[in-house]
């Protein structure tokens, strides 16, 4: 479908890629009257249409013929000017492996078939609130100057979204909480500006270690940072925090011509599936004890429970 200038301001976007006309005629039924609909029948056509058309949301199907779902998001999450688009998997394929594969490919989630029209139009909901939800937290001054992340009240924004989805799906939600190790050393021995330019790296370390558009880092305040990770148990953010670790404790940042600084970075991790009756603060407190577990153990680590 071309990209016809339409009166859509208010709506979002959604392309839909699948083969079977069939399942594109049941979606745009099923979504039409919310969203502006593209379609395409092939992975090609639809980066193609995406390139043009800037969805806010893919519905990719995994069994395409040519080019399949998979290498099609692959291309998607390789090309500049698609991949900050959210994909969501349709596929009548179910077993653990193949979300698995998905996930990994930083699929933002799954709708397998046959179509429920209610769990489609939730699952969607769900990711369009999230980008929503991202051009609000840059419209509204949610966005740390310094580093360009978002700051705290940005982060507490996305937090209450994927707290609430987290408990109507009972799915795990994980967050990291990061503090520079011996940042006032390094800002009083080399200055505020070369203090500056540690938080600037830092945080985009972070962003290079974050694999799914899904994840959110954000500056919590001072030398500390905060990653939210959405349907991840506590298997997965423990090892998307070592990756942090390591990515940071191997970045160099220069300091003079023949001068480099290296830094390092402790986190506390907390993972569970909330509850009506489980508490926000408690979950974010339980992380910061574990960062402080770190902080006083040696520092440059991960702690869990």
Same mark, same amino acid.
């Given at each position: 479908?071309?990209?016809?200038?339409?009166?859509?301001?208010?709506?979002?976007?959604? !392309?839909?890629?699948?083969?079977?006309?069939?399942?594109?005629?049941?979606?745009?039924?099923?979504?039409?009257?919310?969203?502006?609909?593209?379609?395409?029948?092939?992975?090609?056509?639809?980066?193609?249409?995406?390139?043009?058309? +800037?969805?806010? !949301?893919?519905?990719?199907?995994?069994?395409?013929?040519?080019?399949?779902?998979?290498?099609?998001?692959?291309?998607?999450?390789?090309?500049?000017?698609?991949?900050?688009?959210?994909?969501?998997?349709?596929?009548?394929?179910?077993?653990?492996?193949?979300?698995?594969?998905?996930?990994?490919?930083?699929?933002?989630?799954?709708?397998?078939?046959?179509?429920?029209?209610?769990?489609?139009?939730?699952?969607?909901?769900?990711?369009?609130?999230?980008?929503?939800?991202?051009?609000?937290?840059?419209?509204?001054?949610?966005?740390?100057?310094?580093?360009?992340?978002?700051?705290?009240? @940005?982060?507490?924004?996305?937090?209450?979204?994927?707290?609430?989805?987290?408990?109507?799906? +009972?799915?795990?939600?994980?967050? !990291?909480?990061?503090?520079?190790?011996?940042?006032?050393?390094?800002?009083?021995?080399?200055?505020?500006?070369?203090?500056?330019?540690?938080?600037?790296?830092?945080?985009? $370390?972070?962003?290079?270690?974050?694999?799914?558009? @899904?994840?959110? $880092?954000?500056?919590?305040? @001072?030398?500390?940072? $905060? $990653?939210?990770?959405?349907?991840?148990?506590?298997?997965?953010?423990?090892?998307?925090?070592?990756?942090?670790?390591?990515?940071?404790?191997?970045?160099?940042?220069?300091?003079?011509?023949?001068?480099?600084?290296?830094?390092?970075?402790?986190?506390?991790?907390?993972?569970?599936?909330?509850?009506?009756?489980?508490?926000?603060?408690?979950?974010?407190?339980?992380?910061?004890?574990?960062?402080?577990?770190?902080?006083?153990?040696?520092?440059?680590?991960?702690?869990?429970?």
């Amino acid at each position: 479908m071309a990209c016809e200038k339409q009166d859509i301001q208010n709506k979002n976007s959604i !392309l839909i890629i699948d083969d079977e006309k069939i399942n594109l005629q049941i979606l745009a039924r099923i979504l039409g009257s919310e969203y502006t609909i593209y379609t395409a029948a092939n992975g090609l056509d639809g980066i193609e249409i995406a390139k043009n058309c +800037k969805p806010d !949301l893919i519905l990719l199907d995994i069994l395409i013929p040519g080019m399949d779902g998979y290498e099609t998001l692959i291309e998607l999450k390789s090309c500049a000017e698609t991949k900050h688009i959210r994909v969501i998997f349709i596929t009548s394929l179910n077993n653990s492996e193949d979300e698995e594969k998905g996930l990994s490919l930083e699929a933002a989630d799954y709708i397998t078939k046959p179509f429920s029209d209610n769990v489609v139009k939730l699952r969607v909901q769900n990711q369009i609130q999230i980008i929503n939800q991202f051009r609000f937290i840059e419209h509204h001054g949610m966005i740390d100057q310094l580093t360009n992340i978002p700051n705290r009240r @940005g982060f507490d924004n996305r937090l209450q979204i994927e707290w609430n989805h987290a408990i109507r799906e +009972k799915t795990p939600i994980s967050i !990291l909480m990061m503090d520079i190790d011996n940042f006032k050393y390094l800002n009083d021995t080399y200055g505020h500006q070369w203090g500056d330019i540690v938080l600037q790296k830092t945080a985009e $370390v972070f962003l290079s270690s974050l694999k799914r558009s @899904g994840d959110l $880092v954000a500056r919590w305040g @001072g030398e500390e940072f $905060v $990653v939210l990770l959405p349907n991840t148990p506590q298997s997965g953010a423990i090892d998307i925090a070592e990756r942090i670790r390591v990515n940071l404790e191997n970045t160099m940042i220069p300091y003079t011509s023949d001068q480099v600084l290296k830094i390092t970075i402790s986190i506390g991790v907390n993972s569970l599936i909330p509850l009506q009756s489980t508490s926000v603060s408690d979950f974010i407190s339980d992380a910061d004890k574990r960062l402080y577990h770190v902080k006083q153990t040696g520092k440059n680590g991960v702690h869990y429970l």
